[in-house]
């Protein structure tokens, strides 16, 4: 609009002026894509939710996602084909990154298992893009076996299983390294907390 | 993780913790999704900015869809086919109904002509989704023709235009109906924030 010529004169065009700065400012903390990654059963989920707890308690917006909100909505048209699989992690990255773009703090927990997949989010990203690599071993997540998924990979039953039958390509240069092996959880999430008050993201604690 | 036979004992599930509730309470008014539909040039996208800026500056946490942040990224891969249309709504609807869960009040600004695709996505919301129907006549829309396009498409060079050679089905009964024709945008932002506080989606204006 912005047409001299406009009949209708009660409508000028107007662009977004609620920038991501004003969000920032309105939630009082910087928003960022947490993307946790690792092999099944490593903690991402886990570590994720217990980090949105504390991030929630310090009054920051947050948002997780994993396959629960999302493998049956925004990607339910998607198989676990390899090209369907790019396709999902493709997907997650443009929407965490909008929430990002709204002042949201974005933790995504998905095995992620290939390195270019998540170069592309993290050239979408930029910045704002902090990689979390839950190390742990793929004796330990095989133990825990909380889905019971190993088991089937084993059987034959699940194909191209990360670990088992396909690959996990390990961050070589992640912002956050966790071993989720053996450091207890909470040591996991006060690590992550810190980062994110030393880049300024989050405010320092006050209290 | 839960299981009592587990190797690592530091790591117990926790499943989400921080409800929908709990980011409306932290963000102080309820969450939504305002679904704006109506013709190219009926002022979809304009009403969304405005109403973004006044809600943001009562504090709320707000986020517009439109085919600027859309189009190029989460959809980027579609065609205008009527497929990839269909899709296209799909996945809108998909990410507002995230948008909404994280306890945002979500935009959308897109033509959405058909009623079945509409009608998905109220069925997937449910009560919070809110359709807003910009009614502005043919004649008004191709008068303001802000982007040049209704020139092209009746020069034949876009295919499927809605409201040229493509159908638009307005809205039998839409939560809100504004006469963008005529109506002075200021009002149809005022009838927005009222029908949000009848709602109790807004808390009352105090000041």
Redesign the interface.
């Known amino acids: 609009?912005g047409?001299k010529e406009?009949?209708?004169t009660?409508?000028?065009?107007?662009?977004?002026?609620?920038t991501r700065e004003?969000?920032e400012k309105?939630?009082g903390h910087k928003s960022a894509v947490l993307w946790f990654t690792g092999l099944s059963g490593a903690?991402k989920s886990?570590l994720a939710?217990?980090l949105?707890?504390q991030l929630?308690q310090r009054?920051c917006?947050?948002?997780?996602?994993d396959g629960d909100?999302v493998r049956h909505?925004?990607c339910?048209?998607l198989s676990f084909s390899e090209q369907d699989r790019v396709?999902n992690i493709r997907?997650i990255g443009?929407?965490a990154?909008?929430?990002c773009?709204?002042?949201?703090l974005a933790l995504t927990a998905f095995i992620s298992p290939f390195r270019i997949d998540r170069k592309k989010v993290r050239d979408l990203v930029g910045d704002d893009f902090i990689e979390i690599f839950c190390d742990c071993s793929l004796d330990?997540c095989e133990?825990?076996?909380?889905k019971g998924l190993y088991k089937k990979a084993r059987k034959g039953e699940i194909p191209e299983f990360t670990g088992i039958s396909s690959p996990y390509e390990a961050p070589e240069n992640p912002e956050i390294s966790l071993d989720?092996?053996?450091?207890?959880?909470e040591d996991c999430v006060q690590q992550i907390i810190d980062y994110l008050e030393s880049r300024e993201i989050l405010p320092p604690q006050t209290s």
Chains 1, 2 share one sequence.
Request: charged content about 20%; cysteine-free.
């Open positions: 609009m047409n406009n009949k209708s009660n409508v000028v065009w107007h662009s977004a002026t609620v004003r969000r309105l939630h903690g886990t939710h217990v949105e707890e929630h009054a917006s947050t948002y997780v996602f909100n909505g925004l339910g048209d396709e997907r443009e929407m990154k909008l929430f773009n709204a002042g949201i330990v133990s825990r076996d909380v989720t092996g053996t450091q207890p959880l």
